[in-house]
């Protein structure tokens, strides 16, 4: 019949219809491509902005000296320096940043992990418009709310770990709802999610959990069973590579599942969400959803995207239930960081809900379209600009010094100096030989220091002021040689 209208005459139409849907098609892959770089880029330029703001100060926390500086060396050595330093995943990605930056200098991780964590909306973009089918505008809104909220902002620039498990966790969760048949390969992010930081294991639990319900075939669960098998192998093959033994995944909660107080650890995460997000290293007085009225408005949202999309977004609201199910258990140390997975999702299921919202009025077009935009703008003003608000004051107390960085490490700065400055007099004293490496260690932050004194001059060209065996030699020391050795080969 189709062949006979077009014999007919109506070839042309068609043929202009057909180069009509081209032209469509086309300009949805440029918007697509378009918006996804622009929230890139608004995110790069927001995390780096807070990173120097915090970096004004001129202090590096404890737990970042570990991180960005020992730990990737320690990596390379094949030595677990600390019962702590578990998450190997993250040292591998700082240890090849680290051979990548321009310039390494005390501070070198806080705008790689900032321009890392600029990925993390583009993704949710990619994620509302292919897995949720939300309009390149709600879905631009839902990922920048995640990206503004304080609880991926006050995480996205400090050089730790945390905030990386989202972006595995969220390209692991992408790839399982893949209609493509290599979606069983998501468990290998999910791995390596986990491996980045134990937070990590709520999103390796739901990917492994949709893979799972996927299983059709013999096929599907060869090779899901495979890629559980991979990404295990991911996860303790650190425990291969440390030749002084080892500790994976529970770091901080090694004394594993602590059920004695999970009511009490979920009205503390409520608390996190909705009241004060205060904790380890959260340089924030807001909460993690910047106020209760903001946390209302995201809340409904869910509600409407659960209720109205349930097929498409359980695995990602799941994702959120698990997270705050992993804290209510786990033994480790408290704080809002522990918990981003929330405050990503709780962004994210605002375009299903804002694209549900639109279709109630859609005729009227007259009506609908000043309604919808009406909607998106009076949503997005509610969700955005408190959380702008509060990151514009969060950044300023951090450039200006009122909300100052602890030393929350041993290291003593000289008088009338800095961080910096008392490093570069420990380099020269160590090369004069005034001082030795174990009264370094003693007195300046034991195997940190020693190790950033080492990478510090090594990545900038100097040759060390101690070698890796003076460094390993004085960790034997250690009580943390002790605890991951045992005490017969730590004398």
Same mark, same amino acid.
């Given at each position: 019949?189709?062949?006979?209208?077009?014999?007919?005459?109506?070839?042309?139409?068609?043929?202009?219809?057909?180069?009509?849907?081209?032209?469509?098609?086309?300009?949805?892959?440029?918007?697509?491509?378009?918006?996804?770089?622009?929230l890139f880029a608004g995110a790069l330029a927001w995390n780096l902005w807070f990173a120097a703001g915090a970096s004004a100060q001129g202090v590096i926390t404890g737990e970042e000296a570990s991180i960005d500086h020992r730990d990737p060396l320690a990596l390379s050595l094949g030595w677990?320096?600390?019962?702590?330093?578990?998450?190997?995943?993250?040292?591998?990605?700082?240890?090849?940043?680290?051979?990548l930056t321009p310039e390494y200098g005390l501070f070198w991780a806080r705008p790689v992990k900032a321009a890392t964590m600029a990925v993390l909306p583009a993704l949710l973009y990619l994620v509302a418009r292919r897995r949720l089918r939300c309009s390149p505008v709600t879905a631009t809104?839902?990922?920048?709310?995640?990206?503004?909220?304080?609880?991926?902002?006050?995480?996205?620039?400090?050089?730790?770990?945390?905030?990386?498990?989202?972006?595995?966790?969220?390209?692991?969760?992408?790839?399982?709802?893949?209609?493509?048949?290599?979606?069983?390969?998501?468990?290998?992010?999910?791995?390596?999610?986990?491996?980045?930081?134990? &937070? #990590? $294991?709520?999103? /390796?639990?739901?990917?492994?959990?949709?893979?799972? !319900?996927?299983? =059709?075939?013999?096929?599907? +669960? %060869?090779?899901?069973?495979?890629?559980?098998?991979?990404?295990?192998?991911?996860?303790?093959?650190?425990?291969?590579?440390?030749?002084?033994?080892?500790?994976?995944?529970?770091?901080?909660?090694?004394?594993?599942?602590?059920?004695?107080?999970?009511?009490?650890?979920?009205?503390?995460?409520?608390?996190?969400?909705?009241?004060?997000?205060?904790?380890?290293?959260?340089?924030?007085?807001?909460?993690?959803?910047?106020?209760?009225?903001?946390?209302?408005v995201l809340a409904a949202c869910a509600l409407v995207a659960v209720l109205r999309r349930f097929r498409l977004v359980w695995p990602w609201f799941t994702v959120a239930l698990a997270s705050a199910g992993l804290y209510a258990v786990s033994s480790g140390v408290p704080g809002s960081r522990?918990?981003?997975?929330?405050?990503?999702? &709780? #962004? $994210?299921?605002? /375009?299903?809900?804002?694209?549900?919202?639109?279709? !109630?009025?859609? =005729?009227?077009?007259?009506? +609908? %379209?000043?309604?919808?935009?009406?909607?998106?703008?009076?949503?997005?003003?509610?969700?955005?600009?408190?959380?702008?608000?509060?990151?514009?004051?969060?950044?300023?107390?951090?450039?200006?010094?009122?909300?100052?960085?602890?030393?929350?490490?041993?290291?003593?700065?000289?008088?009338?100096?800095?961080?910096?400055?008392?490093?570069?007099?420990?380099?020269?004293?160590?090369?004069?030989?005034?001082?030795?490496?174990?009264?370094?260690?003693?007195?300046?932050?034991?195997?940190?220091?020693?190790?950033?004194?080492?990478?510090?001059?090594?990545?900038?060209?100097?040759?060390?002021?101690?070698?890796?065996?003076?460094?390993?030699?004085?960790?034997?020391?250690?009580?943390?040689?002790?605890?991951?050795?045992?005490?017969?080969?730590?004398?």
């Amino acid at each position: 019949m189709l062949l006979n209208d077009a014999v007919a005459g109506d070839a042309p139409t068609l043929a202009l219809d057909g180069r009509a849907a081209r032209r469509a098609a086309r300009l949805r892959t440029a918007v697509d491509v378009l918006l996804p770089l622009a929230l890139f880029a608004g995110a790069l330029a927001w995390n780096l902005w807070f990173a120097a703001g915090a970096s004004a100060q001129g202090v590096i926390t404890g737990e970042e000296a570990s991180i960005d500086h020992r730990d990737p060396l320690a990596l390379s050595l094949g030595w677990q320096p600390s019962i702590w330093s578990t998450n190997a995943g993250s040292q591998l990605y700082y240890l090849v940043a680290s051979h990548l930056t321009p310039e390494y200098g005390l501070f070198w991780a806080r705008p790689v992990k900032a321009a890392t964590m600029a990925v993390l909306p583009a993704l949710l973009y990619l994620v509302a418009r292919r897995r949720l089918r939300c309009s390149p505008v709600t879905a631009t809104v839902g990922a920048a709310v995640a990206a503004l909220l304080p609880g991926v902002t006050t995480i996205a620039w400090v050089g730790t770990e945390n905030g990386f498990e989202a972006i595995w966790g969220v390209l692991a969760l992408y790839l399982a709802t893949s209609r493509r048949a290599w979606w069983p390969l998501a468990l290998l992010p999910a791995a390596y999610a986990v491996s980045n930081y134990t &937070a #990590g $294991l709520a999103w /390796a639990a739901v990917v492994a959990l949709v893979c799972l !319900v996927r299983v =059709r075939s013999f096929r599907d +669960a %060869v090779f899901v069973l495979l890629g559980g098998a991979v990404g295990t192998g991911l996860v303790l093959a650190p425990l291969l590579w440390w030749r002084n033994g080892g500790i994976v995944v529970t770091g901080g909660g090694r004394s594993g599942a602590d059920l004695d107080e999970w009511r009490i650890r979920l009205v503390e995460t409520l608390h996190l969400l909705v009241d004060d997000g205060s904790g380890y290293y959260w340089f924030s007085d807001q909460p993690m959803l910047t106020s209760r009225v903001v946390a209302g408005v995201l809340a409904a949202c869910a509600l409407v995207a659960v209720l109205r999309r349930f097929r498409l977004v359980w695995p990602w609201f799941t994702v959120a239930l698990a997270s705050a199910g992993l804290y209510a258990v786990s033994s480790g140390v408290p704080g809002s960081r522990r918990i981003a997975a929330v405050a990503v999702v &709780a #962004g $994210l299921l605002v /375009a299903p809900a804002l694209d549900e919202l639109v279709r !109630v009025v859609r =005729r009227p077009r007259w009506v +609908a %379209v000043p309604v919808a935009t009406l909607l998106v703008v009076l949503v997005t003003a509610v969700a955005v600009v408190p959380s702008v608000q509060g990151g514009l004051s969060t950044r300023a107390e951090l450039a200006s010094g009122t909300r100052p960085l602890p030393i929350d490490w041993p290291f003593p700065v000289d008088l009338g100096g800095t961080q910096s400055s008392t490093l570069v007099r420990l380099d020269a004293d160590l090369r004069a030989g005034t001082v030795t490496p174990a009264d370094v260690g003693d007195g300046w932050g034991g195997t940190r220091t020693l190790a950033m004194l080492i990478v510090l001059a090594e990545r900038n060209g100097r040759t060390p002021p101690l070698s890796t065996d003076d460094l390993l030699g004085y960790y034997r020391t250690t009580e943390d040689c002790r605890l991951l050795d045992g005490r017969p080969s730590c004398g």
